[in-house]
Structure formats: C-alpha cells, structure tokens
C-alpha cells in the first residue's frame, strides 16, 4: 500500500492513554496562554473555543502555541526511539540517524482557510532532504472527508515533482493572496494532476497516517462548522543529506544553507 499509493493508515498505532497524553498536553498550551489574557478568562478548557476567539486579534500567540508543542515533555515522550524505529522503514531510515521535527498542529477551520494547503509534496518544501516521511494523526475527534481530511492522490509520489511544476505565493485564494500570517504555498496546479483520483485520509484519533516525501496531497475543504485537527510530525535521517543543517527546512537557493565541497555520501 504504501510503496504503490505512496501512503499508508496503520490503525490504533497509538493507544488511547497516549492520544489523551497528546490532547491534554496541547490544550494545557493554548489554555495556560489563554488564561494570562483578560479577555479569554471566561473561556471553556476547550481546543476549539480557544482557537476561536484568538484567531481574530492574536494569531501570533497562536503561532507562539504551537512553537511549545514540540517543546512539551508530554508531548515528546510519545516521539522517542521507539516510534523512530517503528517508521524508519517507511522513510527508508536509519533509526540511529533519525530525527524528528515537530510535531505541529494542523487546525481545519471552516471559518479561515489561513492554514490551509493547496496540493503540494513535502519535498518540495523540504528540498534538501532525502529521506523523510510524514506522520499525521487526527487529534480532538475524527476526521472524514466532510471536516476536511486531508486529500492525497495515490501513485502521484511515483510521478517526478520539482518547482518547475509548481507556483509559489502567500494566502490561500485571490482574497487572501499576500497576507501577512498566512500560509506559504508551493502549489502544484490541479491540470498538473487531472489524471490522479483523490482520496481522502479519514482517521480517528490513535491512527496515524504515514505519507511518502513525493506523495501529492493538500488540506481537505472542512464543509462541517466545527473546528477539525490533526497533528503532524516528520522523521527524517541526516544522512546522506548534503546538507549540514539542522533545519529541516533549510533553504535551497537562497544562501541559507550550510554546505561544503568534498561531500562523500
Ligand atoms: O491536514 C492538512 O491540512 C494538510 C497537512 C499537510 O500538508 C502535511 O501534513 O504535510
Ligand atoms: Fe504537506
């Protein structure tokens, strides 16, 4: 499945004592922020009520959440050398070299597609690394194709994929094209990928979705009107990279890696 789709479910991977762990530990971040704010005393413990009233006027404490997530004990103590391990075949890894980055929180929110994904591959935005894969995971409730799971297109990973195909920009449409706190797309045009079929990666909480570096995938459209989200983490192995950065995302083209000649990997 994951060699010829180029994405994999394993259900129940994580049990429900650790999807509670994850749970609590990120609505102790956005709670604990929460509660320093006049404001947002009389707010419930509540991922979704808080995620609501900050996205109007504090987007960047929102973004300083979700910075803390990989920070927290309780959340890392899920990532250790064990999950390293049970990956590292997918991501064609060294256990012994493998890191990870994140995770991070994806919101779905039918009122703001801030966040959200036009189709694109993680190798595009990851440029420099070779051997990664994805790990998303449903948090706070299901997803299903109605609260927007995400799209991927089976066999598109097979497909070769580099910026020549995609176009680059900030927003999510025309309305909100150049704004400032919304997402970065390196979008591959849907007539790139017309003879693809779509599917959709409905999960439950302690299912963990598993995608391939190539795979063309992007956020689902969320029709419902409640708040939908997934939690997402990559592991990555260093290498063979010809990179010596510690970001993950270390710029290609722009100066900002760090590089050197004689390379023997
Ligand atoms: O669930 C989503 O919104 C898309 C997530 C995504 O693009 C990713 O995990 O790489
Ligand atoms: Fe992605």
């Known amino acids: 499945m994951f060699e010829s789709d180029g994405w994999v479910k394993l259900p129940a991977f ?4 650790t999807v509670n762990t994850l749970e609590d530990a990120i609505l102790d971040i956005y709670h604990t922020q929460a509660r320093k704010i ?31 997530i ?10 250790g050398a064990e999950f390293a391990q049970k990956l590292a075949d997918y991501c064609g890894a060294d256990p012994k070299t493998t890191l990870i980055e994140g995770p991070s929180l994806f919101a779905n929110n039918p009122e703001t597609s801030r966040v959200s994904y036009k189709l694109h591959t993680e190798a595009l935005f990851y440029s420099k ?12 409730g299901p997803r299903t194709k109605e609260n927007g799971a995400m ?13 020549s195909k995609a176009t680059e920009y900030t927003g999510f449409d025309i309305k909100s094209k150049g704004k400032e706190k919304w997402g970065w797309q390196i979008e591959i045009p849907p007539k790139q990928v ?45 290498s ?16 900002g890696d760090v590089g050197r000649p004689d390379l023997v990997c």
């Open 70 to 79: 990989p920070q927290s004990l309780a959340v890392r103590s899920v990532y």
């Open 129 to 140: 690394r070779r051997k990664f894969c994805n790990v998303w995971t449903p948090l706070y």
């Open 194 to 238: 017309e003879k693809y079929k779509v599917e959709y990666t409905e999960a439950t909480p302690g299912d963990i979705v598993v995608f391939h570096r190539n795979l063309v995938h992007g956020t689902g459209i969320n029709i419902t009107d409640q708040i939908a989200f997934a939690l997402v983490c990559r592991v990555w192995d260093y």
């Open 38 to 68: 006049k404001d947002y005393q009389n707010l419930p413990r509540d991922m979704r009520a808080i995620l609501t009233a900050m996205e109007a006027n504090d987007k960047d404490i929102l973004y300083e959440c979700l910075k803390m």
């Open 14 to 17: 994580f049990d429900k004592a």
């Open 240 to 255: 063979t990279d010809y990179s010596f950065s510690a970001n993950m995302n270390t710029m290609a083209y722009k100066n």
């Open 151 to 163: 799209i991927v297109l089976p066999g598109s990973h097979l497909d070769h994929w580099d910026m």
